[in-house]
C-alpha cells in the first residue's frame, strides 16, 4: 500500500529555471494538498484541491502553480524557480472533507541556487 | 496572525516519564483538533485527534485534552519511550476547511 508517492525525492535547481513537483495517492481520496517546511515555520499551505477539478489558493501560494490532473494525481509547478523557495515540500490526501486526518508523502527536498 | 501556536520547540523527558505537549489556539471556529508525528526524512504521521464537543480522547499511551474556554490542547505520552521521539505538529480546522498546523514541538525521550 503505497499510500501518497512524490518525485523526486530531490532536486537542486538554478534560480529561473522551472520544475513540477509530482504527487500521486492511491487511496482514492477527493482532497489533496502541497505544504512547505522550512526551519521554525512549521507546515504552511500553499494550494489544495477539495475534489477533481477544483484547485485554491492557501497561505503561501506566491511563485506557484498547480495541476489537479485526475483524482489521484496534484502537481506543483515552479515557472521561475528562486533561492526563496528552497524548501522540503510535502503533498497530502484526505477524504470526506479537508478537515479529516490527511495522508502525507514522505516530501520533496529542493534546493534552489 | 498565526492562529495556532506552539509556544516551546522543544522538549526533554526522560524515558518512561510524562511528556506533555501543549497548543494554543486563536480561531473561536475551529472545532476539530489534531496532532501529528513527524520523524526526519518522513512524511507528518496522523497520531490522534479531538473534536471541540469532546474535552478528552485517548488513544493507548496517548491523550490528547481540550480546554475551550482557554483555546487549549494538548497531547500526554505516558509511559514515554525513546521511539517518541519526534517533532510533533498540532492542526486544527474550521468544518471542511483546509488545517491549520502550528510550527511544531521537538521531543527527545532520554533513556
Known amino acids: 500500500n503505497a499510500g501518497v508517492t512524490q518525485t523526486p525525492k530531490f532536486q537542486v535547481l538554478k534560480t529561473g529555471q522551472s520544475m513540477t513537483l509530482q504527487c500521486a495517492q492511491d487511496m482514492n481520496h477527493n482532497s489533496m494538498y502541497w505544504y512547505r517546511q522550512d526551519p521554525g515555520m512549521g507546515l504552511r499551505l500553499i494550494y489544495y484541491s477539495a475534489s477533481e477539478g477544483t484547485t485554491d489558493k492557501g497561505e503561501v501560494p506566491n511563485g506557484y502553480n498547480v495541476s489537479r490532473l485526475n483524482k489521484r494525481e496534484f502537481s506543483l509547478r515552479l515557472e521561475s524557480a528562486a533561492p526563496s523557495q528552497t524548501s522540503v515540500y510535502f503533498c497530502?490526501?484526505?477524504?470526506?472533507?479537508?478537515?479529516?486526518?490527511?495522508?502525507f508523502g514522505d516530501g520533496t527536498r529542493l534546493s534552489i541556487l | 496572525d498565526q492562529q495556532v501556536k506552539q509556544n516551546s520547540p522543544s522538549l526533554s523527558v526522560q524515558e518512561g516519564r510524562i511528556s506533555i505537549l501543549n497548543c494554543d489556539y486563536t480561531n473561536s471556529m475551529f472545532d476539530y483538533f489534531l496532532w501529528y508525528k513527524k520523524y526526519p526524512a518522513e512524511g507528518p504521521t496522523f497520531l490522534i485527534s479531538i473534536s471541540s464537543i469532546k474535552d478528552k480522547n485517548e488513544d493507548g499511551r496517548f491523550t490528547v485534552f481540550l480546554n475551550k474556554s482557554a483555546k487549549h490542547l494538548s497531547l500526554h505520552i505516558v509511559p514515554s519511550q525513546p521511539g517518541d521521539s519526534a517533532v510533533y505538529f498540532c492542526a486544527a480546522s474550521e468544518r471542511n476547511t483546509p488545517l491549520v498546523f502550528g510550527k511544531g514541538t521537538r521531543l527527545s525521550v532520554i533513556a
Open positions: 497530502a490526501s484526505s477524504d470526506a472533507g479537508m478537515d479529516q486526518p490527511q495522508h
